[in-house]
């Protein structure tokens, strides 16, 4: 999906240029959540652009609701892409996991990032963008994932969602509560954010001095991690399970690693961890934590999956 065409590239005179704009940062928002990929969404919404100016003049003027029309034709190109994943993984090397989107505040030390033009700052960071949520909304069908998060995140009514999915109102209500049940099921209590920062940060510590006992401590029993290397990168092809297992298996890339810097960062707006070599990150870790024990550790090291996390300032320690 590719296009020249930006919201008013060369079109100063459009009508109604300045609300069709507008409407940008709402449509990168919507299929980041829907594709769990920042490229994908931002590949949507281009092709978006394009299919609006693709239009007669006459019926671009006459579209009484430019933001409800692109919206639709985004949620349909967005549903189309959701089932062609579903092909695409089945040939994936390894596990699959969204795509990570970095955020421009360092929470460790409080690092006012400049501001940026990256789209990644475009996209809201609030539960509906954290990695847990977002693999569970991996897990749903297409149509699911769409009324749900069209409904439920994004407030559409059912009408307009039934115009996006293609089916009535009647049966997006059904989808859209079938993927509250398994988020239901998939939910567990979330510890406040300070403590998975500390929690986050031991785990940085008791990793860079390979000191087990520590690691297996802060580790849940049946804690799993998770890593995407896209065949890309060297990284486990299934989940490794057991908080133990877990340890030892960080350990033992210590020792084949060298040379890696490990940073505190943001990752969808959760405490995460970036890991570094000579400026260049490499891997990105997102991190379920429930009560004082981290249960999830998700590890993205697909190049084309980290391409928008640049180098951050020099990590200060602290603590």
């Not at 959540?33 to 003027?61: C, F, I, K, N």
């Not at 349909?76 to 040939?91: F, M, Q, Y």
């Not at 940085?204 to 029993?221: F, N, Q, S, T, Y």
């Not at 290397?229 to 084949?256: C, K, N, S, Y």
Request: aromatic fraction near 6%.
């Amino acid at each position: 999906m590719t296009s020249s065409s930006e919201p008013g590239d060369g079109r100063p005179d459009d009508p109604g240029l300045a609300a069709i704009t507008s409407e940008r940062r709402q449509l990168i928002n919507l299929a980041y959540r829907l594709l769990g990929s920042l490229a994908e969404a931002e590949d949507v919404v281009q092709e978006t652009y394009a299919r609006w100016y693709a239009m007669p003049r006459q019926r671009r003027e006459a579209t009484r609701s430019p933001g409800a029309w692109l919206t639709k034709v985004a949620g349909r190109i967005c549903l189309d892409l959701l089932g062609s994943a579903r092909v695409r993984r089945e040939s994936y090397v390894g596990e699959w996991l969204p795509e990570p989107v970095p955020d421009r505040t360092e929470w460790a030390d409080g690092w006012p990032g400049a501001a940026s033009a990256d789209p990644a700052d475009r996209v809201t960071l609030d539960e509906s963008v954290t990695m847990a949520f977002l693999v569970v909304l991996d897990a749903m069908t297409p149509a699911e994932r769409v009324a749900f998060i069209l409904h439920d995140v994004f407030r559409y009514p059912f009408a307009e969602v039934a115009e996006i999915v293609g089916r009535t109102p009647t049966a997006c209500r059904k989808l859209a509560s079938s993927a509250r049940r398994r988020l239901r099921v998939s939910r567990t209590p979330e510890a406040p954010t300070p403590q998975q920062a500390g929690l986050v940060r031991g785990f940085r510590k008791a990793w860079e001095a390979k000191d087990i006992d520590v690691l297996i401590g802060l580790l849940d029993p049946d804690a799993a991690l998770i890593a995407d290397g896209g065949g890309a990168a060297g990284a486990a092809l299934r989940p490794i399970e057991g908080g133990e297992r877990i340890a030892r298996f960080l350990l033992g890339l210590t020792d084949r690693a060298t040379g890696l810097t490990i940073l505190e960062r943001t990752v969808n707006g959760r405490p995460g961890l970036v890991a570094q070599r000579d400026g260049i990150t490499v891997t990105v870790a997102a991190f379920g934590v429930e009560g004082e024990r981290i249960t999830r550790v998700w590890a993205v090291r697909n190049p084309e999956k980290l391409r928008r996390w640049a180098t951050g300032p020099p990590h200060r320690g602290g603590g």
